[in-house]
């Protein structure tokens, strides 16, 4: 069973940055890939950005260019390095791990607000 514990939310003005963490812990073995979805109120949850265990990625097309996965495996953790946001970022972020047998684990999530 893999465990992910998320931290980094916050408010923030349009234009600024965030940085958001997930650290995993127990069967990390068993994680093929990982990544961060969002949800904002009243829309469905969408993926943002996800990367492999060979290091491929996949953004969004309304983060590509903004937002910057990244992982390190020796320490079982991930981010998400979010620049020029927008009030549109607005959303629950939730990472998330998906195991080679395709189960998916989520943490908690985690509010990032985009207003000034």
């Known amino acids: 069973q893999v465990r992910l514990v998320e931290s980094g939310g916050g408010l923030v003005q349009p234009g600024g940055s965030l940085r958001l963490s997930c650290a995993a812990s127990?069967?990390?073995?068993?994680?093929?890939?990982m990544g961060w979805y969002r949800q904002a109120p009243g829309k469905e949850r969408e993926l943002v950005a996800a990367?492999?265990?060979?290091?491929?990625?996949n953004y969004a097309d309304s983060v590509k260019g903004r937002f910057t996965i990244s992982r390190d495996n020796a320490k079982n953790t991930m981010a998400l390095q979010m620049n020029s946001l927008k009030p549109e970022d607005t959303a629950v972020y939730y990472c998330?791990?998906?195991?080679?047998?395709?189960?998916?684990?989520w943490g908690q999530g985690t509010q990032v607000r985009v207003s000034s």
């Open positions: 998330y791990a998906r195991s080679r047998y395709s189960v998916m684990t």
């Open positions: 127990g069967n990390v073995v068993s994680i093929d890939a």
């Open positions: 990367m492999s265990n060979g290091g491929s990625t």
